[in-house]
């Protein structure tokens, strides 16, 4: 039974959906450590709690049998849900994610999600429950418009955030680099395009429909060409901030999503023409051939816009403004227009249908071909392609296949992820009660090791090269390619229903797009899909000889698939059945969007990975393209019950005709335009049908729709207000950044408020209700801005507030004010959906009861649930890392009482984190190497930290890092504290190895344990066993040689070193000059120098090999000889204070002034008060006679040194040598008091001549 409580509750899921669509990608929190990927999530879960909430009570208020057939069985449910599309699939994830979750390798981790992604099996789930409550309650065309809009409008402040970091306005100080690749509200540049991608697809969907509809339609209402103009808007700065990412994976992804959309919508002319006969060669011919006149087109749109690009670009130059880019942008922007046109006036002047859509393929071997081409180096084409490859973005797109960089680390990830799948020893260590052996490492490659659980897992394969490409000792926690993904965290099983999930997606899509008109086709699209996918998967295994691409092959082959299907029909003839036309054909052009979008999204997550927003949108998609179908089903239905009626003999009653009434100019116009649409084409035959939007005679009141516009858009601005606005936000009208945010808010508010009004007048063009503008602009402004202010006002006093900090309860309180600004944050959201809610179900509760009174006692115990949720496993979550990032603040000023009052905090309130305990113990170790401290203090925080830092690993035993911390911790303890404690750093190094055995850096640590406890042949044997993982790793190389010359055996001792400087320069750390005196003092020297001239030859740009060779000479007291290397290394670049102070001091040893001069005075433009610097240069001057210079030179040193013997003895003497006698006797008077006694006499002298000087000259 539906009451206002149940509509109530299916306003609130609308509300949920909305809300989660712009808050995931639009949203992040600076106040937070982690900013951005945990925020959304935690965010988004709070969001789809509610939802939940909302469900639940709508189910109880229904009733259980209005969910399905009274009296039916749970077997008939079963086979009603089983029929549902896309159920089987997602429900076999949830089974296989929720059996990953119970045997994973780190049970909690894979639940709450980690530290650094937070996506975790609750979060999937999260996101799943999104897409069923999509499915099951989006109904209606009004609701599919509006989450499409908020979709594309959300888009809009992200894309110009972009475009405002690339031009270096950005109001936010970002410690990173975000002009060169743009990160815009995502934190990553990869991200930003990889969400990007998934709605570019929607922006062009309704960018054609729009033009479709001004080209269709004779009377078109003008809110299309407002609508165009702004899609057109949209999707250009979706672009360019795509561009400005410069990320290979996304570009792929667009490009793969733009060749299926097109060719899809291209075959809407082929799938609508009359005659279904198969092509003939001809026609074959036509289509291919037609590519010439494209080619034509597309260069003279591009020549044009190269002149127009050319012409501005003068202007501009006028203008004092440089703008190098613009020609090459008109060529871009010509190109594209003629590409379009050309296929625009194909299409509009019914030419070709049958075919064109050949030349869509003959334009793919095209690019492909260019792709390739590009990124083949050592062809004859190479002096035609590397000033293109040369070009600004393009350069990316050319490095598509690269072997190194980033590309090296994909292909080592993933060769080390597929060994992990493959059966292998357990993880674990043998004997430790906190981590033993994997109790189900015999199912692991079955069910995975649990979303999450990458991290710990990987580090028992982790390959020793990933080290020279990436940060040493940093775990991979994603193989940057969904398929493998699946495979190490759910295993084959979770594989599997990935690829049914995938496989049935694009089969259902195919499907309602009418391309299985009949059981043939149906097969043989299956056949296609499964047969392409191993296809690709056999083809990449044939190609490398191994398994490490075929996770890259079956997603290829996948989607390769699809395309043959569709040429398949498209070449072959198509059956005269109503099966052939799209099954949802008001949609037809949404659902190639959708599909566009998921293809996209597929391609470009075999390259990276998914995140909140990817996540988000993929299954509001999936959940959207059930829905679609259940929508058109429902419409069918009830227009064949309407033609059932319509049917039925009608009795006619004879009465007198009526009066007919006067029409108003306004009703004649919407009369005639309602006659000339009513001339159109039906859904059923026009090829690319309007969205079909309901009018406002059909219930969709004004305030409704533009009331719900506006509450996006409240939504919209209260996100960037919470993310821009911060304490020390200020707005200045003179000041670039602030005026960026200005523009940035004012642009995004003016493209709302376009589509809502243009879609209010395209509704009204099918309607004979009067529309007030004035009303709708009031409407959309008071409610989008009423909203902001007040939320914007909230915001600056909560977080303006000022704390004075004189206590540790001082401290919490301010970080207070941030914790809670973020309540206040999500309180205000909240409120805002509930907003949203009360204007959707407007007018809709009329004449119903209120709620069912039986059912009231489960209300408030599910509101105390769903909130307890939402607090302790969400804005908890938050508020935990508010408390870190407050903390480290403090810690990185050395206030360790401070920082750990905020770390407990943090880990009070989220103790199922280990980061928290990690950064806790971290606070103590600290404070107990503070020397400042008592030792009894010391002492007790050196007992919290260990016991802290094992409660961490008693939380993540897997992580080897959390052991690897604690043999860390005994190895300081054992130096500074209680040399008992090195066997407990010796026990935890070697369970580390254990966890992670290809990571050296335990290795090297277990190493010097030994040598300090000066067991040198156990170090030696431990240390060779680290040079067997990694022979490349050169602080193994110096530890070994340090070890045997500890031992004494120079000529071990000198291999090992010898080794260590052809590796890097590792070998040159501050004890150097320890080893080289070594082999000095035995009779080395000559076999030290030609070793490192070796080094050289083989490292030539090193400068510190030199630096090395003058030294080594140097010590042998031989300046000459050190000298020239010393000079060789300064000219390669060395501007370190130690090359350039010791071939200053050589020079002035060897009264090379002119030499010495300019390198100490490179010295002091780092450090002003070099005391050695100084002094040199003071004696410098003096021999040069440059006496003022000279005296500025020791008074420098005075400053740092008041008592500096040598300086007041100089200035004395420089005084008298100016015959300034008043001078030098104070000079000469300070002296004497810090004189030594050989010399104290000879002052007396001194002063007795400057005072009988002084009393002559009075």
Same mark, same amino acid.
């Given at each position: ?36 990927? #945990? ?49 089987? #699939? ?25 530290? $650094? ?59 990173? &680099? ?57 999707? *250009? ?37 009359? $005659? ?161 052996? &994997? ?172 995140? !909140? ?53 306004? $009703? ?54 919470? &993310? ?40 009204? *063009? ?86 069912? #009174? ?130 407990? !750093? ?72 010898? $080794? ?199």
């Amino acid at each position: 039974m539906r009451t206002r409580v149940s509509t109530f509750c299916d306003k609130i899921i609308e509300a949920g959906w909305l809300a989660a669509v712009i808050v995931v990608p639009l949203y992040f929190n600076i106040y937070s450590a982690r900013t951005f990927e #945990p925020d959304k999530i935690t965010l988004l879960r709070s969001i789809v709690t509610i939802m939940i909430l909302a469900w639940l009570i709508s189910v109880i208020e229904k009733g259980v049998g209005d969910l399905g057939e009274a009296g039916a069985s749970l077997a008939d449910h079963m086979r009603r849900w089983l029929k549902i599309p896309l159920f089987l #699939p997602t429900a076999l994830l949830i089974l296989i994610y929720l059996i990953s979750t119970i045997f994973s390798l780190s049970p909690l981790v894979s639940l709450w999600g980690s530290y $650094q992604r937070m996506q975790g099996t609750y979060s999937m789930l999260s996101y799943i429950v999104v897409f069923a409550l999509i499915a099951g309650n989006l109904r209606t065309r009004e609701q599919v418009e509006r989450l499409v809009t908020t979709i594309i409008v959300t888009s809009i402040p992200i894309s110009l955030y972009g475009i405002v970091q690339k031009y270096g306005l950005d109001p936010l100080p970002w410690a990173g &680099d975000v002009t060169s690749r743009v990160a815009a509200n995502m934190g990553n540049a990869i991200f930003v395009a990889s969400y990007l991608i998934m709605v570019i697809p929607l922006t062009l969907i309704r960018l054609i429909e729009s033009m479709t509809a001004i080209i269709k339609e004779e009377q078109a209402s003008w809110g299309h060409t407002i609508l165009a103009a702004v899609y057109i808007f949209a999707l *250009a700065i979706q672009i360019i901030t795509i561009v400005f990412s410069q990320s290979r994976g996304p570009m792929l992804g667009i490009l793969g999503a733009s060749f299926v959309m097109g060719l899809l919508i291209l075959l809407l002319l082929r799938q609508h023409h009359p $005659q279904r006969n198969r092509l003939s060669l001809k026609e074959i011919g036509l289509g291919l051939g037609v590519l010439g006149p494209l080619g034509f087109a597309a260069a003279a749109g591009g020549g044009l816009g190269f002149l127009i690009g050319l012409i501005l670009q003068n202007l501009l130059a006028g203008l004092n403004y440089q703008a190098e880019m613009v020609p090459l942008l008109g060529v871009a922007i010509g190109v594209l227009l003629g590409f379009f046109g050309f296929y625009i006036f194909m299409a509009a002047s019914d030419t070709g249908w049958r075919w064109l859509w050949l030349s869509w393929f003959g334009l793919a071997v095209l690019a492909i071909a260019f792709v390739v081409a590009l990124n083949t180096r050592g062809t004859s084409l190479d002096p035609y392609l590397d000033p293109i490859r040369g070009l600004p973005y393009i350069d990316r797109l050319s490095n598509v296949i690269e072997t190194e960089g980033t590309g090296k680390v994909r292909v080592l990830i993933w060769d080390a992820a597929m060994q992990l799948v493959a059966p292998h020893p357990p993880l674990g260590v043998p004997g430790d009660d906190v981590s033993p052996p &994997d109790t189900f490492n015999a199912i692991r490659p079955l069910v995975g090791y649990g979303p999450e659980s990458m991290f710990n897992a990987f580090a028992y394969v982790y390959p020793t090269e990933l080290a020279y490409v990436e940060n040493r000792g940093s775990s991979a926690d994603r193989s940057h390619n969904e398929t493998m993904d699946s495979l190490v965290i759910t295993g084959v099983l979770g594989f599997l229903a990935f690829y049914f999930l995938m496989v049935s997606l694009f089969y259902y899509a195919l499907h309602w797009l009418g391309w299985t008109p009949d059981r043939a086709a149906k097969r043989r699209l299956i056949i296609f899909l499964v047969g392409g996918g191993l296809l690709g998967a056999i083809t990449a295994y044939l190609a490398d000889g191994g398994l490490t691409f075929v996770p890259l092959g079956l997603p290829f082959g996948l989607v390769a698939g699809v395309v043959i299907h569709l040429l398949w029909q498209g070449v072959v003839s198509q059956p005269e059945t109503s099966l052939s036309q799209p099954q949802i054909p008001e949609y037809s052009l949404l659902l190639i969007g959708l599909l566009g979008a998921l293809i996209g999204h597929f391609i470009e997550v075999h390259f990276v990975f998914s995140i !909140a927003a990817t996540y988000t949108y993929f299954w509001v998609y999936a959940g959207l393209l059930a829905a679609l179908a259940q929508i058109s089903a429902a419409e069918a239905a009830q227009r064949s019950r309407e033609e059932t009626k319509a049917a039925e003999p009608i009795v006619i009653e004879t009465t007198a005709a009526p009066e007919p009434a006067l029409e108003t100019r306004r $009703q004649r116009k919407n009369r005639a335009r309602k006659a000339a649409l009513d001339k159109r084409p039906s859904m059923g035959t026009s090829p690319y049908p309007n969205r079909g939007r309901e009018a406002l005679s059909r219930g969709v009141a004004l305030d409704t729709w533009v009331g719900g516009q506006g509450l996006v858009m409240a939504i919209i601005l209260m996100i960037l207000a919470f &993310d821009f606005f911060t304490p020390q936000f200020q707005f200045t009208a003179g000041d670039q950044d602030s005026l960026s945010l200005l523009w940035m808010l004012a642009i995004t508010w003016l493209v709302g408020l376009a589509i809502a009004l243009s879609d209010l007048a395209v509704r009204r *063009a099918q309607s004979d209700n009067p529309v007030s503008w004035f009303r709708a602009v009031a409407l959309y402004a008071v409610i989008s801005l009423s909203y902001f202010f007040f939320y914007t006002l909230a915001h600056q006093i909560q977080f303006g507030q000022r704390i004075n900090v004189a206590s540790l309860a001082d401290v919490l309180r301010a970080a207070e004010v941030l914790t809670n600004g973020l309540v206040l944050f999500y309180v205000f959201l909240f409120l805002l959906m509930i907003l949203f809610t009360i204007i959707l179900s407007w007018g809709q509760t009329k004449r119903l009861p209120f709620w069912r #009174p039986e059912n009231w006692w489960l209300y408030p115990p599910l509101v105390v649930a769903a909130f307890t949720v939402i607090w302790f496993k969400n804005v908890d979550v938050v508020k935990a890392d508010i408390y870190l990032k407050e903390g480290e603040r403090f810690r990185s000023s050395g206030q360790w009482n401070e920082a750990i009052a905020l770390h407990e905090k943090g880990r009070s309130i989220d103790s199922d984190e280990d980061f928290y305990y990690l950064m806790l113990a971290l606070d103590y170790q600290l404070m107990a190497q503070d020397s400042r401290i008592d030792e009894a203090q010391r002492a007790n925080a050196w007992q919290e930290g260990e016991r802290i830092a094992l409660e961490a690993r008693r939380i993540n035993p897997y992580n080897p890092d959390n052991t690897g911390n604690m043999g860390r911790y005994y190895f300081t303890l054992g130096q500074v504290f209680d040399r008992n404690r090195f066997q407990d !750093a010796l026990s935890f190094f070697e369970k580390a190895t254990i966890l992670a055995p290809s990571n050296v850096i335990y290795h090297n640590l277990w190493a010097q344990t030994y040598y300090i406890l000066a067991d040198y042949p156990k170090a030696v044997e431990r240390l060779e066993k680290s040079v067997s993982i990694d022979p490349k790793y050169p602080p193994t190389w110096v530890l070994l040689g340090d070890t045997y010359a500890a031992m004494q055996n120079v000529d071990e001792a000198f291999k090992a070193h010898s $080794q260590a400087a052809k590796l890097g320069s590792e070998l040159f750390d501050p004890f150097v000059d320890q080893r080289f005196s070594f082999y000095i003092s035995a009779g080395k020297a000559e076999n030290l120098i030609a070793a490192l001239q070796q080094a050289a030859k083989e490292r030539p740009t090193d400068p510190t090999l030199l630096w090395a060779i003058g030294h080594v000479y140097n010590l042998q007291g031989k300046p000459e000889q050190a000298a020239p290397y010393l000079k060789q290394a300064v000219a390669m670049g060395d501007e370190s204070d130690r090359t350039l102070r010791e071939l200053a001091n050589i020079n002035l040893a060897l009264k090379q002034y002119d030499g010495a001069l300019p390198l100490y005075q490179r010295i002091l433009q780092t450090n002003p008060g070099d005391v050695e610097a100084n002094s040199a240069l003071a004696y410098i001057y003096a021999q040069q006679g440059r006496l003022d210079e000279a005296i500025q030179a020791n008074q420098l040193v005075l400053q740092q040194k008041p008592n500096d013997y040598d300086s007041l003895k100089n200035l004395a003497i420089l005084y008298q040598q100016k015959e300034q006698w008043q001078e030098a006797l104070n000079a000469a008077k300070q002296a004497q008091t810090v004189a030594p006694e050989s010399e104290a006499t000879n002052w007396e002298q001194f002063i007795s001549d400057i005072e009988n000087r002084l009393a002559n000259a009075g």
